[in-house]
C-alpha cells in the first residue's frame, strides 16, 4: 500500500480484518497498488504492516474494537503466533474483539481464539480435528521414467532426499515428523485452553473424537459462544458500538487502515536496521522469492557499514538451499557481530541453511512453532541414462581430457570413485556446519552433532536444545537489540528495499508470468510441481530443510 492511500478513519469505528490471502514478511510496494491486476500480483499488506496497524488501533481513540472475519488464512503458524499476540496485546485496551464466520480452519480458529466472543453461522462448520504433516513421495514416478537420483548425505534425520529415493517415510523421519507435530499441536491446545477456559485434555479429545461436526457441537463443547446469522452479527456490534438499528456501522479494513510506523516519528538520528533474509538460499542476486548470496550479505554489510545503525535484526524465514551460499551470509553476520549487536528473529522456518546463516549471531528468537534446526546436508545428482535411452531413444557420446572431466554428468550413473569424492565433500560441508554452529552457540561440536543428523525441531523444542535463546516475535527481536545498543529512541530501516512489483514483473515478465499461469492450471498440484522443479534445479551441495513442510 501507498501514502496514498490512506483513508480518514470516522469516528466510532471498527478495524475490520479477514487476512484471506497469503501473508508475506513484508508489504509489497506498487506504484499501481489500486489495481489487481487478476491475481497477477496481490496488493496485501504483509507481517510488518498487520502488526503496526493492530498496535496502533489499540490506542486510536477513533477505533472501538475489532471484528475478525476470518476463514481460511495463507500462513504457518509461527506467523500466526505474531498476529494472535498482537490481538492478545490489543484485548490489554479493553476495546472488544469479535470473531464470525461462516467456516473457521483451524488456523482461522486460533487467531478467532482469542476474541471476547466467537460466533459462527448457524449452518456452518469449525474445523477441529487436530493437525496432521503429508509428504509426497516420487520414486515410483521416477522409476517409472527410467531416472535414478543418487543420493550423497550427511545426516540420519537429513529427510530431504527421501521423497526421491523411498515410497514412504522412514522410521527415523517418522520419528522427528511425530516430535516436531506433536510440539506445535500442544502449544496450539495451550494458547486455546488459555483463551478459551478449556482443559487441554478436553481439547484433545474433542479434536480426537471429531466431536464438532456442526455449528451446535461447537457451541457445546465451548469452542464457540453462539451461533448467530450475519445480520445478527450486524447488530451485535451495533450495540457495541451504541448507535441506532439503522445507522450504518462505521469499519475501515486492516488493508486501508494505513496508519504510520511509530519509529518512523522519532527525531533520532539512531537506527535499527532490519535485514529480511526470507526464501530458498541460493548464490547470487537471487529474486523476490529467493535469499541471494550476493543480495542479501550486501544488506548485512550496509547495515554494519552504516554508522547511523547501531544494531541489525536479521529476520530469517527460509527452509535453507545452497550451503556455500549460506556461507557466504554467515560470514557477514559474524563481521557485523564483531562491530555491532546483531539479533536474529527467525519467522516460520529458519532450518538448514537458515539456521546456517542465523547461528553466529549474539542471540536468536523463535516462536514456539517455528521450523528449525535440520542441521545437515546433502547432494542429488539425478542419473537420466535409463530415460534418455529406453524412453527416448538418446544416446551419448565423447571424450575427455581428465579422468573426472565429465564428473556429474547426467546421462549416466556415478562411479564408486566418483561418489566417494562427493561423500567426502558433504563430510567436509557437514564438519564445517556443525563447527560454526557450535562456535555460535558456545556448545562443544560433539554435541551440536547429536542433535544435528538433519533433525528438525521446533522452537520450543531449540529452546531446550541450545539452539535457540528466546521465545518471541520480530518486535521482541527488535527490543532486544536496542537494549543491547543502549539506545531506546530510534528508527527502523529495513533491507533490502522492496522492489515496485510492476517494475519487478517489467524485469522478469517472461518467468513472472509463466509461474502465474502454471499456478492457475494446476492449483492444488503445484506445490508438487515446484518441488521437483526447484530439486532439478538446485546444483552443489545443499542444506535445506527436509521437503516442504504444509501443516493441516
Known amino acids: 500500500m501507498n501514502s496514498d492511500d490512506k483513508i480518514e478513519v470516522a469516528d466510532n469505528s471498527i478495524l475490520h480484518i479477514s487476512l484471506a490471502y497469503p501473508i508475506s ?26 502488526l503496526i496497524r493492530i498496535e496502533a488501533a489499540k490506542t486510536d481513540d477513533k477505533i472501538k474494537g475489532i471484528y475478525l472475519d476470518l476463514s481460511s488464512i495463507g500462513a504457518s503458524f509461527a506467523t500466526l503466533e505474531e498476529i494472535r499476540n498482537a490481538l492478545l496485546d490489543f484485548k490489554t485496551s479493553k476495546k472488544f474483539i469479535i470473531a464470525y464466520s461462516e467456516f473457521y480452519s483451524q488456523s482461522s480458529y486460533y487467531l478467532a481464539s482469542t476474541a471476547d466472543k466467537i460466533y459462527l453461522n448457524p449452518e456452518g462448520l469449525l474445523d477441529f480435528r487436530g493437525l496432521s504433516s503429508q509428504s509426497v513421495f516420487f ?5 517409472k521414467l527410467g531416472i535414478e537420483a543418487q543420493v550423497i548425505k550427511v545426516g540420519t534425520y537429513k529427510s530431504a532426499v527421501e521423497p526421491f529415493i523411498l515410497d514412504k517415510m522412514s522410521p527415523a523421519n517418522r520419528e522427528q515428523v511425530t516430535s516436531f507435530l506433536g510440539s506445535i ?72 487502515y494505513n496508519v504510520k ?86 519467522g516460520d522456518v529458519a532450518a538448514s541453511g537458515g539456521y546456517y546463516i542465523s547461528t553466529a549471531a549474539d542471540s536468536i528468537f523463535a516462536q514456539a512453532n517455528t521450523i528449525t534446526g535440520s542441521i545437515g546436508v546433502f547432494g542429488i545428482i539425478p542419473n537420466f541414462q535409463k530415460f534418455f535411452n529406453n524412453k527416448l531413444g538418446i544416446t551419448f557420446d565423447g571424450v575427455k581430457t581428465g579422468k573426472f572431466a565429465d564428473l556429474g554428468s547426467l546421462d549416466r550413473p556415478l562411479t564408486a570413485q566418483e561418489e566417494a ?51 518471541g516475535g520480530i518486535e521482541d527481536a527488535i527490543a532486544s537489540a536496542a537494549k543491547k545498543a543502549k539506545i531506546s529512541d530510534y528508527k527502523l530501516v529495513s533491507y533490502p528495499a522492496i522492489k515496485d512489483p510492476i517494475k519487478s514483473l517489467l524485469n522478469s515478465s517472461g518467468d513472472k508470468i509463466s509461474l502465474w499461469f502454471t499456478k492457475r492450471e494446476m492449483g492444488m498440484a503445484f506445490p508438487v510441481y515446484q518441488q521437483v522443479k526447484e530439486t532439478m534445479e538446485q546444483t552443489g551441495i545443499q542444506a535445506r530443510i527436509p521437503y516442504t513442510i504444509s501443516i493441516k
Not at 514478511?25 to 498487520?50: A, C, P, Q, V, W
Not at 520414486?139 to 522409476?143: D, H, P, S
Not at 453462539?226 to 475501515?252: F, H, P, Q
Open 185 to 256: 499441536y500442544n502449544h496450539f491446545l495451550d494458547e486455546v485452553s488459555k483463551s478459551r477456559k478449556i482443559s487441554t485434555d478436553s481439547l484433545f479429545s474433542i479434536a480426537d473424537n471429531l466431536k464438532v461436526q456442526d455449528a451446535k457441537d461447537a457451541v457445546t463443547y465451548g469452542l464457540i459462544d453462539g451461533t448467530k446469522y450475519k445480520d445478527e452479527i450486524l447488530a451485535d456490534l451495533k450495540s457495541r458500538l451504541k448507535i441506532k438499528e439503522d445507522d450504518k456501522i462505521k469499519s475501515v479494513t486492516i488493508e486501508k
Open 261 to 346: 510506523d511509530p519509529s518512523s516519528s522519532s527525531s533520532s538520528k539512531d537506527r535499527i536496521a532490519v535485514v529480511y533474509a526470507v526464501g530458498e538460499i541460493v548464490s547470487g542476486e537471487g529474486s523476490d522469492e529467493q535469499i541471494g548470496s550476493e543480495n542479501i550479505s550486501r544488506a548485512i554489510r550496509t547495515a554494519r557499514q552504516d554508522k547511523k545503525v547501531k544494531a541489525v535484526v536479521l529476520r530469517v524465514n527460509s527452509p535453507g538451499g545452497s550451503a556455500l551460499a549460506s556461507d557466504v551470509i554467515w560470514r557477514e553476520v559474524v563481521l557485523t557481530k564483531k562491530v555491532k549487536p546483531i539479533i536474529v528473529s527467525m
Open 25 to 50: 514478511e513484508r508489504t509489497s510496494k506498487s506504484t499501481f497498488s489500486s489495481y489487481s491486476f487478476s491475481g497477477l500480483f496481490d496488493n496485501h499488506i504483509g507481517l510488518n504492516d498487520i
Open 139 to 143: 520414486k515410483g514416478a521416477l522409476e
Open 421 to 471: 569424492i562427493i561423500q567426502q565433500s558433504v563430510n567436509k560441508i557437514y564438519y564445517s556446519f556443525t563447527q560454526k554452529v557450535a562456535d555460535g552457540r558456545k556448545k562443544e561440536r560433539s554435541y551440536i552433532d547429536s542433535i544435528g543428523q538433519g533433525r528438525v525441531w521446533t522452537g520450543a523444542q531449540a529452546i531446550d536444545l541450545g539452539l535457540v535463546d528466546r521465545i
